[in-house]
Nanobody
């Protein structure tokens, strides 16, 4: 079983920054890719960013490109999401996702097998 534990959410003013962390653990966990999604009330889960573990390729949703940065620490099995220039529209529950099996896509929730419990990010105006 793989466990994903997110941390770093909270309340921040518009224009501010936050960094989310997601630590993966499990007896045989070896990530192929990890990602961040978010879901605001009444909206569908939205792709935020992903990183392929071996080569470090990164992918971003259009709404966060240029403001958010995803990175990883291989030794710690941890993925980070640095969020800068936050706006009220970024308010959501942010979920970490991971997969072990190699797949082509990285942007859909169906591309991942494991999910964290979510961490709330609230941006005030």
């Amino acid at each position: 079983q793989v466990q994903l534990v997110e941390s770093g959410g909270g309340l921040v003013q518009a224009g501010g920054s936050l960094r989310l962390s997601c630590a993966a653990s499990g007896r045989t966990f070896s990530s192929n890719a990890m990602a961040w999604f978010r879901q605001a009330p009444g909206k569908e889960r939205e792709f935020v960013a992903a990183i392929r573990w071996s080569e470090g390729s990164t992918y971003y949703g259009d709404s966060v490109k240029g403001r958010f940065t995803i990175s990883r620490d291989n030794a710690k099995n941890t993925v980070y999401l640095q969020m800068n220039r936050l706006s009220v529209e970024d308010t959501a529950v942010y979920y970490c996702a991971a997969r072990i099996i190699r797949r082509l896509g990285v942007r859909g929730p169906h591309d991942y097998d494991y999910w964290g419990q979510g961490t709330q990010v609230t941006v005030s105006s």
